[in-house]
T-cell receptor
Framework: EAGVTQSPTHLIKTRGQQATLRCSPI?????VYWYQQALGLGLQFLLW???????NRGNFPPRFSGRQFPNYSSELNVNALELEDSALYLC??????????FGDGTRLSIL | GENVEQHPSTLSVQEGDSAVIKCTYS??????FPWYKQELGKGPQLIID?????GEKKDQRIAVTLNKTAKHFSLHITETQPEDSAVYFC????????????FGRGTSLIVHP
């Protein structure tokens, strides 16, 4: 069974640009969660998508947004990038009643 | 909302020693407590979990204990090996898809050969 896949592995942007990160969940999983992992801060919840709908979002500004496609894959978009957006962005998928399974993340660097 | 505190932030042990990482949570309604291991360049991987109807769970060299009254749970690794070196995260949540796990800030475990 293929795990959660994320692309790209690394992304380098400059301040003010926009970034798009992608996630494919485990086959059969309909829920996708996005987390930001900045150095020393653990995993901060960003967004949760289930069955194509945004179900919950964490304490992040509106320039963090995303969507989930009919095949349950998901995109995270970050607009007007700031230096403090530099972090590892993790995607996790879940089957009801089961724990989250994480991808290996996208390392976003803002210059 | 839930708040999870994790200690220590760094733990250095000699190969063969035991390692213990402790977490406390605030929401008495939390009933599911997973532990994740994150190796360098990788995403977190579930290593063990425990539900609130159980006080202890073991899987080979890894065990987790839960004290619901005190609202704390711990990860125990025995006979540590260099490949156990990683960052470990605890989390607390209510089971069910509507709840978002709250993670601790992580413990960097270093096992010296």
């Amino acid at each position: 069974e293929a795990g959660v896949t994320q692309s790209p592995t690394h992304l380098i942007k400059t301040r003010g640009q926009q970034a798009t990160l992608r996630c494919s969940p485990i086959s059969g999983h309909t829920s996708v969660y996005w987390y930001q992992q900045a150095l020393g801060l653990g995993l901060q919840f960003l967004l949760w998508y289930d069955e194509g709908e945004e179900r919950n979002r964490g304490n992040f500004p509106p320039r963090f947004s995303g969507r989930q496609f009919p095949n349950y894959s998901s995109e995270l978009n970050v607009n007007a990038l700031e230096l403090e957006d530099s972090a590892l962005y993790l995607c996790a998928s879940i089957s009801p009643g089961q724990p989250q399974h994480f991808g290996d993340g996208t390392r976003l660097s803002i210059l | 909302g839930e708040n999870v505190e994790q200690h220590p932030s760094t733990l250095s042990v000699q190969e063969g020693d035991s390692a213990v990482i402790k977490c406390t949570y605030s929401d008495s309604a939390s009933n599911y407590f997973p532990w994740y291991k994150q190796e360098l360049g990788k995403g977190p991987q579930l290593i063990i979990d425990i539900r609130s109807n159980v006080g202890e769970k073991k899987d080979q060299r890894i065990a987790v204990t839960l004290n619901k009254t005190a609202k704390h749970f711990s990860l125990h690794i025995t006979e540590t090996q260099p490949e156990d070196s990683a960052v470990y995260f605890c989390a607390a949540t209510r089971s069910g898809g509507s709840y978002i796990p709250t993670f601790g800030r992580g413990t960097s475990l270093i096992v010296h050969p």
